[in-house]
């Protein structure tokens, strides 16, 4: 299904919504910000490149509104809860890893997506439960499946970051469920891609590991995940009844809930 099917087909539980898609700017984000415009909610682009976001607000409309920020700015998250109050969360913002060995790495490079990606979970899930969020909000860290199995060991903290935004989501739905707020937590893992500028890092790193090309690298894996197929899958899991803490898996052949 396309992008703008999945959209039409969700836009009654979108229209007249808000949201905060981090990281919006580029990649992952502006596709997930597109598909939630298109599907009629409001969409608060959160990112550091101001230009790029003007960019996309030019682009979307009065549906995006661009917020210039670092998601790692202290107080960021209780600001826009409480001036926005948004039905859905999405926290794709992230650091591109320090592609090289484990032993070329310094402990300032080997945890640079930590003090990013894993701080950032950290923080908004924590304000989301805090503020809180409205019951039937959702939030959804965008993690990867770098953080399962085998991880990935040219890209230094990156998988066990991921692997630990995952973990943050699942104790926030617990919290959540405890203190008995309607708040949903869920994880969405993408596949590797060269679609984004993060994702073209660790293709080309890997590719001249196995010493081939990236042609080469990407056709030995097979179809590729696009943006679009996270954007989708943002959108049905919103619109979805998932059990709380869910995590899934995205990649070109689908969603899949990981059990």
Known sequence: MS????????????AGSTAIVTGASRGFGLAIATALVKAGATVAGVARDADRLAVAAGE????FVPVPADVTEPGLPARLFAGLRPALVVLNAGAAPTMRPLPEHTWETFGTVWETDVRQAFEWCGEALRTPLAAGSTVIAVSSMAGLRGGSPLSGGY?????TMRFIASYAAEESERADLGIRFLTLMPMLTSVTDLGKVGVAGYAQRQGVSVPEFLAARGAELR????AEAVLTLRAGREPNGS???VQAQGLE???
């Open 3 to 14: 992008q703008d099917a999945v959209s039409q087909q969700a836009g009654y539980r979108f």
């Open 60 to 63: 979307l409309g009065a549906g």
């Open 159 to 163: 998988a066990g970051a991921k692997a």
């Open 227 to 230: 943006a679009e197929q996270v």
């Open 247 to 249: 995590a899934f898996t």
């Open 257 to 259: 809930l990981l059990r």
